[in-house]
């Protein structure tokens, strides 16, 4: 695949690729560190360890269509926020 605004390899990093067992011709490094990290329920393979969330096991960033995942699933937070922030304005 070749580097777009929905994905991008950097097979220059020091970490490429960061999870074993994905194809390095699809691994997408666009989301490195995941935008859904902070939401509590983010849809991905995560562990909470002592209180902070471990996604080392999760590849869903990293997938093809992992991208338009992510955004869509930011689209719906923003309009659940936008719709709860109007609530409370009256």
């Known amino acids: 695949m070749e580097n777009t605004s929905r994905f991008f390899r950097n097979t220059g990093c020091e970490y490429f690729p960061c999870h074993e067992g994905l194809d390095p011709g699809c691994f997408n490094c666009l989301f490195c560190f995941c935008p859904l990290y902070f939401l509590p329920d983010c849809g991905g393979d995560f562990v909470m360890r002592q209180g902070i969330k471990d996604c080392t096991s999760c590849v869903r960033p990293h997938l093809p269509g992992g991208y338009d995942e992510i ?16 609530r409370r304005r009256g």
């Not at 955004?71 to 109007?86: F, V």
Request: aromatic share 6%; no cysteine.
């Open 71 to 86: 955004i869509a699933r930011l689209r719906d937070e923003a309009t659940r926020a936008k719709k709860a922030w109007e």
